[in-house]
């Protein structure tokens, strides 16, 4: 088992972690482009990135990663129309991502891995929290990649026992690889089939199926099923925050509106409107289950190695 080792800081690494970040950087900035054009149906090749308000073209000097969405202070350099702090926050979390890779892995493939593995998720939890879409053109080529990098990274995973006689380490890890993809597609897959034959309704998209089929390809069955642990408990947070504070806000307005009525009966009239709210709310699993994805990803291993031990 891998543990989460940091590299000690040189001359030389000072040197590679700035790279990661500014790599990281540039490919967060390309990943904004993919955000609002993908779920739109537009190129993300072409034309060049023009403000979404007054159409006027973006000057390359106002294209720079963070730094011209801080000196632009947020706002279109033509129209001052805002700009998403979205843009700033994708680039920036993209670049650290990057260098987090560099520092778990070093200057290997193991950290290309990670970048790409983070590109995708980073891109697919931000669409799906703008647009409740998980585009196919980065899920599909994501599991590809994901089964592609088994075959340069090795895998854990079932192939090892199942497989005794096979001594090639890349065929062992490109079946661990797709068995992760088939294990989190099909656990999803599971899901949103129960749910719409008991509900009537589709709960899961196929985007979140893909996803999964995704996350697996990248990480194997062991930290996928730590994802869909982690993804549910998220999930659950989340769920009950929401209830909680539309609760609270309903429960104040109608003390502020109908004093006359009783302490219990506004509670109660309050829970029964948060309740109803959660039902219609459409959640995003991909924000959850990418998020619990980059965990597992970076601090898997240590997690549940940390977890285990109270069972020993
Ligand atoms: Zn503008």
Request: proline residues 4%.
């Amino acid at each position: 088992m891998r543990a989460l080792q940091i590299y000690v800081f040189s001359g030389m690494n000072v040197l590679f972690i700035v790279a990661f970040f500014l790599f990281g950087l540039v490919f967060g900035s390309f990943l904004n482009v993919c955000i609002y054009r993908m779920p739109r149906q537009l190129s993300v090749v072409r034309p060049r990135s023009a403000c979404p308000a007054c159409g006027t073209p973006i000057a390359p000097y106002d294209n720079i990663p963070v730094v011209s969405w801080v000196l632009l202070g947020g706002k279109c350099r033509h129209c001052k129309a805002a700009i998403s702090p979205r843009y700033a926050t994708v680039e920036l979390v993209t670049g650290i991502f990057f260098v987090i890779s560099y520092l778990v892995a070093g200057p290997t493939l193991e950290a290309a891995k990670l970048c790409v593995l983070a590109f995708l998720l980073i891109g697919l939890i931000f669409t799906d929290a703008e647009t409740k879409l998980l585009p196919d053109l980065l899920t599909k080529p994501g599991m590809v990649l994901g089964l592609m990098f088994s075959l340069f990274v090795p895998l854990e995973g079932p192939a090892q026992f199942l497989l005794r006689h096979v001594d090639n380490w890349r065929v062992l890890s490109l079946v661990n690889s797709l068995a992760g993809m088939l294990v989190g597609s099909a656990f999803i897959l599971g899901i949103a089939l129960l749910y719409e034959a008991i509900r009537g309704v589709e709960g899961m998209g196929r985007g979140d199926v893909k996803l999964m089929g995704l996350i697996g390809a990248f990480l194997g069955i062991k930290l996928t099923l730590l994802v869909l642990l982690l993804g549910s408990l998220i999930g659950s947070f989340f769920g009950v925050a929401l209830i909680v504070f539309v609760w609270r806000k309903r429960l104040a307005r109608r003390r502020s509106r109908n004093a006359a009525e009783s302490g219990s009966e506004a509670r109660k009239r309050a829970w029964q409107s948060a309740i109803l709210i959660y039902r219609n709310f459409e959640i995003p699993f991909g924000v959850f289950l990418g998020s619990a994805a980059l965990l597992a990803a970076f601090a898997g291993d240590p997690l549940v190695h940390w977890y285990l031990q109270f069972y020993q």
